[in-house]
């Protein structure tokens, strides 16, 4: 199980979604001052733009602890290569949603923000976090190559048999 690379890439893809999961995803500025933060299951607004009230993000983080659920039930399924290839599959398309997700909330509420405060000089920025569920997706496509491999190995060596 540990010896296979794919296990590896999918240890990673858990590792990379639980820190982002915990991490904060987006902050607005103004003039080096915070006045706003995301995270993956909250959304708060201070200072100049305080007025601007909203729900919580929760989808981004449910998405993130769906795809480590399913990244560590993939390597637990180790013997079962064609289930543990749907099940990266899906946990990859659910990193892809997770970025569509990402850039829809940050761009809402980046023009709610300007909306709240319009002569304030907001500047978001994006953490270096941020970009973990993007590597997790790219992780996940080289766990699929991965299981690939050894299911096409496996074929081969029954053929010989």
Known sequence: MIQRIQTVYLFLVIVFSFVALLS?????????????????????????????????????????????????????????????????????????????????????????LEASAPDENLSFHIPFVAIFPFLSIILNILAIVGIRKDEALVRSLDRLR
């Open 24 to 112: 904060p995803v987006g902050e607005w500025t103004v003039m080096g001052e915070t006045v706003a933060e995301c995270s993956n299951f909250t959304f708060a607004a201070y200072g100049p733009c305080a007025s601007y009230s909203s729900y919580g993000p929760f989808s981004l983080g449910i998405l993130l602890i769906l795809v480590m659920m399913l990244s560590l039930l993939s390597i637990m399924l180790f013997r079962k290569r064609m289930r543990q290839l749907r099940l990266t599959i899906v946990s990859t398309i659910l990193l892809v949603g997770y970025c569509v997700t990402y850039a829809i909330f940050m761009y809402k509420f980046d023009m709610a």
